[in-house]
């Protein structure tokens, strides 16, 4: 079999190829996590989100079916949910066990998706899946109503430092689309977040099982014309708090090749760099200027936040990894005592005097736990009292470090400011951590009122005029 | 193709020229855990299948350590049957590049005679790839090895780690996986566990295609559509890429303009029809398709859940 060219087609579609490539290449990522509780339907909405997307391909519909028939819970129906409940042992049980990472695009954006379980023994996992993205979709069940779980759910990804969220209020159709439970839902919501930092909670009534207001508008409730899920996650700014935050790369790797080449590789937490910078190693406070950018494909003029970079510095001073590359500034702070705010993830109990291994950037050192400050309640985020911590108890500890590190709070700093605990016998992840700001400290910046990407606040246009 | 590829060239929201582009980003992410575990990890190894994945992962872990050399070898199980094409490309890539290349078959399977024909696909995998992959791992004490996988190619793989803790026996526990928050990699282990990383993680077949274009980067030649003799057996186009398959009575190979999505034992491995002869046609295809890029493995419908099992088994 032989196919004959036609070469105006063939033209047409390099043209097309050749708009494409240019389209993908400088669409924005959009990270997000969804959590829910058991049966809100999480997997299902997931799954209609990859299936009219058109992310699903013939022979996994086949599959779907054939397992449809086997571990659905949609009858004769095919189960959405399926496809992303990956694991067997899920499938088995019917509940999401770990966190899934799904991908879709569309011509606007692409997208990553941290399928996170709702109960709660794994705390752990929603962390995880909220450290990384922008957005939260936060889904309630329209005949439930709010329930503690939404609570916790809600309170964990604003303390994990998401500002936008949605609320998915799923299962519309079993409440015969009624407007008033959804309002309700949501003044019962925004009651609640008020004290949670949030820049945005946009609600939508929805029904993944259907597709209503999912990536199709759902012709059931013609009182709701907000927009679907899809169309908001299409627009909602990216990155829009990191724009303005100082110069930070942890060294990942010091590059020596050969007596000429000394470069420290690392990725760019946060800010801008370009030749001529003012910087400073910490936590050694040697200073020195950028000379070079290095890159496999040639030097940059400049570089930001995400990129993987080698930096050569003018001067011949000692810097390695676990340190950290600073715009002089504004440099981070160097402590070897702070409060962190611990998410606990290991199965064993965590008493005052427990020494650990602490990540922080590419810095490990050892730290011990002095203080078990307070226990975070995870349904109204009040501190109380406590002697030891569970898994999945959140507290404020304080930390004692066995040499200086340089940190950010993680209010400011996403990057700089977060830390892990490993068990140094069971060499597990024990915990997730966040800097807490020095106490009595001002509020920082990044934690007052959110700037947007239309609306930069005043430092970020100061900044922009100054060329920074 | 074209409903596609029109659907996906709309104009959407115009991009700051600020921003980092989607490849970039993936780009950088795998450079910092190749950094990150070549600075935490003993012994490190990369296993190079010879796919457009592996010529992938080569060409970022060069990048993260230009312009120094590759910190760590190359290696590759070969269970003796894959395509010859890309034992060839291998040993073209491995003397161009200077490469450290190890390889590695199976010295019992190969004693036996053990292959896909004689012994099916179930057997030939476990002996041939699982048993000799873990012969080689423990024969060079290497602790942490990087693949490949993509978490869109399958869906256990979907809800595994970037770095991915084995025991001393190299099997995956999915109920025991550490956090992975924010871009903190916890490498620490046990004496005797070691470490599988993945550092496409997060990228799409598609965008390894376009990474491929964008790049430049060499692949096999047999990704591209082709005249090439193939049999067809249970719905799959299986090449005839030397005498070692057994043609059933009144069987007779047919040249077919064909190309391959995924690579590996040519006996296992389905061919699609395709005219899709250039990098752009192959992503308007990728673009349009409607089987996904797995499809043309056999192995993974042995059963259901049968990645998961073969990774617990110690599959990479």
């Not at chain 1, 990859?50 to 819970?73: N, V």
């Not at chain 1, 890159?295 to 570089?303: N, Q, V």
């Not at chain 1, 490990?364 to 400050?373: F, G, L, Q």
């Not at chain 2, 590759?70 to 590049?97: G, N, Q, S, Y």
């Amino acid at each position: 079999m032989t196919v004959h060219q036609d070469p105006t087609a063939f033209s047409d579609r390099a043209a097309t190829y050749q708009a494409f490539l240019a389209a993908h290449q400088t669409k924005a990522v959009l990270r997000f996590i969804a959590c829910g509780s058991v049966d809100d339907g999480k997997s299902t909405l997931i799954g209609r989100l990859l299936h009219d997307t058109k992310q699903i391909f013939d022979d996994q519909i086949s599959a779907l079916q054939r397992d449809s028939r086997r571990h659905g819970t949609q009858g004769q129906e095919i189960d959405l949910a399926l496809l992303v409940d990956g694991l067997q042992a899920e499938r088995e049980q019917g509940i999401t066990i770990d966190v899934a990472y799904r991908f879709f695009s569309t011509d606007k954006r692409s997208f990553i998706v941290a399928d996170t379980p709702g109960h709660e023994q794994y705390t752990r996992n929603m962390a995880t899946g909220a450290s990384t993205a922008d957005v939260a979709v936060i889904l309630v069940d329209a005949r439930q109503g709010l329930i503690r779980q939404t609570r916790r759910h809600a309170l964990l990804v604003s303390m994990l430092g998401i500002r936008r969220v949605v609320l998915a209020v799923n299962k519309m159709d079993l409440v015969g689309w009624s407007q008033d439970k959804f309002d309700a839902i949501r003044a019962g919501f925004a009651d609640f977040a008020r004290e949670l930092n949030f820049a945005e909670v946009k609600a939508i009534p929805l029904s993944a099982k259907n597709g209503d207001n999912v990536v199709e508008p759902g012709i059931a409730a013609p009182w709701y014309t907000g927009g679907t899920l899809l169309d908001y996650l299409e627009t909602v700014p990216v990155h829009a708090e990191a724009l303005n935050a100082p110069f930070r790369m942890a060294i990942q790797w010091v590059n020596r090749p050969n007596s000429e080449f000394r470069g420290y590789s690392g990725r760019i937490a946060s800010g801008r760099v370009r030749p001529g910078d003012a910087i400073t190693i910490q936590p050694s406070g040697r200073t020195s200027t950028v000379a070079r950018i290095y890159t496999a494909d040639g030097d940059l003029p400049e570089a930001g936040e995400d990129e993987s970079v080698t930096l050569v510095l003018a001067d011949q001073i000692d810097a390695s990894r676990g340190q950290v590359i600073a715009a002089s500034s504004a440099p981070l702070r160097i402590t070897e005592q702070f409060e962190a705010r611990l998410f606990w993830a290991a199965e064993t109990e965590l008493a005052p005097g427990a020494s650990l291994l602490a990540k922080i950037g590419t810095a490990t050192v050892n730290a011990t736990v002095e203080r078990i400050v307070s226990r975070i309640d995870p349904e109204t985020g009040n501190p109380g009292p406590a002697e030891r911590l569970a898994a999945n108890d959140i507290a404020d500890v304080s930390l004692r470090l066995d040499r200086p590190v340089a940190v950010d709070a993680y209010a400011d700093n996403r990057e700089t400011g977060s830390l892990i605990l490993i068990d140094r016998e069971t060499t597990d992840t024990a915990a997730l951590g966040l800097v807490l700001a020095p106490k009595g400290e001002a509020a920082p910046a990044a934690s007052a009122a959110p700037s947007d990407e239309k609306a930069p606040g005043l430092l970020g246009r100061l900044g922009r005029l100054l060329g920074r | 193709m074209s409903a596609a590829l029109a659907a996906a060239v709309t104009p959407g929201a115009p991009a700051s020229a600020d921003r980092l582009s989607h490849l970039k980003r993936l780009e950088a992410e795998s450079i910092h855990i190749f950094r990150e575990t070549v600075a935490e990890a003993e012994n490190p190894v990369m296993l190079y299948s010879i796919g457009k994945d592996s010529s992938v992962l080569l060409h970022l872990a060069l990048k993260a350590f230009a312009p120094g050399t590759l910190p760590f070898p190359l290696l590759h199980v070969d269970t003796t049957w894959k395509f010859r094409e890309m034992i060839a490309f291998r040993d073209a890539r491995v003397k161009e590049l200077g490469l450290d290349l190890l390889v590695h078959t199976n010295p019992d399977g190969l004693a036996r005679g053990v292959g896909p024909v004689s012994h099916g696909s179930e057997v030939h995998t476990d002996v041939m790839k699982t048993q000799a992959l873990r012969q080689a791992l423990d024969k060079y004490k290497f602790d942490a090895a990087f693949g490949g996988a993509r978490r869109d190619e399958e869906a256990s793989r979907a809800k595994e780690r970037i770095i991915s803790l084995r025991t001393a026996q190299h099997r995956w526990d999915p109920k025991r996986q550490r956090a992975e928050p924010w871009h903190l990699y916890n490498l620490k282990k046990k004496r005797g566990e070691s470490l599988r990383v993945f550092p496409l993680s997060n990228w799409t077949e598609l965008d390894i295609w376009l990474y491929i274009e964008q790049e430049k980067i060499p692949i096999v030649p047999l990704y591209f559509a082709a005249e090439r003799p193939v049999v067809e057996r249970d719905g799959q186009l299986i090449l005839v890429d030397d005498d070692r398959l057994p043609l059933e009575p009144g069987e007779v190979p047919q040249q077919r303009l064909v190309r391959f999505r995924t690579l590996g034992c040519y006996p296992l491995t389905g061919a699609v029809e395709s005219d899709a002869a250039t990098l752009p046609e192959i992503v308007g295809e990728t673009l349009a398709a409607r089987t996904s890029e797995r499809q043309g493995r056999v192995i993974d419908k042995d059963g259901a859940g049968s990645m998961e099992r073969k990774k617990q088994e110690g599959y990479f």
